[in-house]
């Protein structure tokens, strides 16, 4: 079974442009949610998906929204980029998130982003 | 306020030898501890899920423990080896009307020959 990927691998953007990063998750898994991992802040969460909605949500700005499609694959787009967004963008995905949060995540390998 | 705190902030040992990981929540109200293990330039990759009514949990050389009354948990490194070399992030689970993952900063682990 495939594992969850993530794309681009590697993006450079400059300040005030908008970014758009893809996750597919494992096949049959339908909750996607989407982590920024930065060296002073550590692991954050920022949203999870299931079934096409967005079923939680972190304490992000709204220039960081996401979306879920009919595949479960899920779009996560940052706009107006600053300085502060460069960093490693997660995905993981688990069957279905679990009532109680209690199921395994999967992660991908991320997608590194600096901003410039 | 909800957080994990976890220590050393990193750790250096040979290998072969046992080492210990700590992990402090206060997290509530609290649904379950994680630990996961990240390599550079990797994902997280899930070692160990625990419930509250839970004490231990093994996988393979790696053993979580939890008090739920203390709101400690610890991760034992047994055998040591080279790939060991990592970060290990621990993850309490906050749950009310939905979950929500609080992070620890990790700790790195190096494992010298």
């Known amino acids: 079974k495939a594992g969850v990927t993530q794309t681009p691998r590697y993006l450079i953007k400059t300040r005030g442009q908008q970014v758009t990063l893809s996750c597919s998750p494992i096949s049959g898994h339908r909750s996607v949610s989407w982590y920024q991992q930065t060296p002073g802040q550590g692991l954050q969460f920022l949203f999870e998906?299931?079934?096409?909605?967005?079923?939680n949500k972190g304490n992000f700005p709204g220039r960081f929204s996401g979306r879920q499609f009919s595949n479960s694959r899920s779009e996560m787009n940052v706009s107006t980029l600053e300085l502060g967004d460069s960093a490693l963008y997660l995905c993981a995905s688990s069957f279905s998130g679990g009532a109680r949060g209690q199921e395994t995540q999967y992660f991908g390998p991320g997608t590194r982003l600096l901003v410039l | 306020k909800n957080q994990v705190e976890q220590s050393p902030q990193s750790l250096i040992i040979l290998e072969g030898k046992n080492c210990t990981l700590q992990c402090n929540y206060t997290v509530s109200p609290f649904s379950n501890l994680r630990w996961y293990k990240q390599d550079t330039g990797r994902g997280p990759v899930s070692l160990t899920i625990m419930t509250f009514s839970e004490n231990t949990k093994s996988n393979g050389r790696y053993t979580a423990t939890l008090d739920a009354d203390t709101k400690q948990s610890s991760l034992h490194i047994t055998a040591s080896q080279l790939s060991d070399s990592a970060s290990y992030i621990c993850v309490a689970t906050r749950m009310d009307s939905s979950y929500k993952l609080i992070f620890g900063s990790g700790t790195r682990l190096l494992v010298r020959p």
């Open positions: 998906y299931f079934s096409e909605t967005q079923r």
